[in-house]
């Protein structure tokens, strides 16, 4: 069964300072896709950034980095050069190339401080 | 593209009633899902339709939950008789698949807040 954990319930940053989110999963399919989507108070999910299996580099959009390490099954967001805007709950999806369902862990709240 | 919305934003029931939200996607996407969020925890998928057909739906949607796209386009999602548990945030997404799954980016509503007293 997929599996999706993020071990930090809350992290605080430093405006301008970098914070890296993590993320770890199981899984048995040799497919998928790793999501992180941001959620602020307002409840909507907003996309962030997209890593596959089979992806050969790191994904980066922006300010956002994915620190994908597959043999660790692990798929790390950093957030460079900090906002306030960017506090809000992170959080971390898989979908397996065999499943239509894209299954989330329990999320980090991410806490910027002025 | 005005993004995907969802009416109304906030429902305050009481138990047994029954209540109906909607879901309008993002123009030409094929792909509709329902997911339901609770406090602390991470959206868990309800069921998801390609065009009007319902493909899937989780054992976490009971008897008394109904979802359907009639002509592929806006969804509704139907709870009769509602209990407590039921008291969630309730989050369509859509998407368009064009190939595989596995890159299929889904793109949230603002969610429905549920309370049921």
């Known amino acids: 069964a997929q599996k999706i954990t993020q071990t930090q319930p809350g992290m605080f940053v430093q405006e301008k300072e970098a914070v890296t989110l993590d993320c770890t999963y199981d899984?048995?399919?040799?497919?998928?896709?790793l999501f992180w989507y941001k959620q602020p108070s307002s409840g909507e999910m907003i996309f962030l950034i997209y890593q596959g299996s089979y992806d050969q580099q790191n994904a980066t959009e922006g300010r956002y980095s994915l620190n994908f390490q597959k043999a660790r099954k692990s798929a790390n967001l950093v957030i460079s050069a900090s906002q306030l805007g960017d506090s809000a709950m992170y959080f971390c999806?898989?979908?397996?190339?065999?499943?239509?369902?894209?299954?989330f862990g329990a999320g980090t709240r991410l806490t910027v401080k002025p | 593209d005005t993004g995907v919305s969802q009416d109304p934003r906030h429902k305050i029931t009481k138990r047994g009633q029954n209540v109906t939200f909607r879901c309008d996607p993002i123009?030409?996407?094929?792909?509709l899902y329902w997911y339901r969020q609770t406090l602390g925890q991470g959206p868990e998928f309800l069921t998801y339709f390609q065009n009007e057909a319902q493909l899937e739906k989780s054992r976490l949607l009971s008897d008394r939950f109904s979802a359907e796209r009639p002509k592929g386009s806006f969804s509704t999602l139907e709870i009769q008789r509602t209990e407590q548990g039921d008291s969630a945030m309730y989050l369509c997404a859509s998407s368009f698949l064009a190939g595989g799954t596995v890159g299929e980016t889904q793109y949230f509503g603002p969610g429905t807040r549920l309370l049921v007293l």
């Open positions: 899984t048995s399919d040799p497919s998928y896709g």
């Open positions: 123009s030409e996407h094929n792909r």
């Open positions: 999806a898989m979908r397996e190339n065999n499943n239509n369902d894209m299954r």
